[in-house]
């Protein structure tokens, strides 16, 4: 691991770094101005620049934010990013995540970088609920959450734009008593 970036969380592939305005650079910038990647983001769908890019930044790494960098162990590889907007008094935090490498796309990243999160808002941060939207036509990531525990509570009706069509935003939430019965059932069967 970068000693620059001592890992907040790790994983068996990922580990996590706090968000730091160096990890802001060419390579960012192109992920945010790929279509590709971009496409099924619920916002940033536009091509960016390094200004603005940084501007993002530097707002996301201050609290409510939880603003990480993830990168792939094997390489010390910045891949993606992730973020835990945290609602303190309703103790809730709203998930966002992009792997912009997509080298690295079905590989289990965003299974594995999730579920490093969960453990963070439930653990670390006494959350009481973790939600997020996602495009309904992003079925990858909603079994990838669905693997991790989040369960569709709803949607938005043709809410997204994308590919020339409307297309719903899915509602995905999970509650810390469901994180943790999952956690128990997951240990349990390990013995």
Known sequence: ?????PAYATGVKTYLTKMVLE????????????????????AGRYPEDMESIRRFVQVHMAPPHVFLAIFWQETDEHIGNVKLTVD?????????????????WGKGVSTEVTALM?????CRL?????????????????????????????RARQEMFVDGKYEDRVIMGILAKEYFAQKNADNVSRI
């Open 118 to 122: 969960l453990e963070i808002a439930f």
């Open 1 to 5: 691991m970068p000693t620059a970036h």
């Open 88 to 104: 303190a008094l309703n103790r809730r935090g709203e998930f966002s995540i992009v792997i912009g490498e997509k080298d690295f």
């Open 23 to 42: 990890l802001v650079s060419e390579r960012y910038v192109r992920w945010m101005s790929d279509p590709g990647v971009t496409r099924t983001l619920v």
């Open 126 to 154: 006494n959350l009481h609920r973790v939600f997020l939207g996602v495009n309904s036509g992003n079925v990858a990531a909603i079994k990838s959450y669905q693997k991790v525990g989040f369960v569709e509570e709803g």
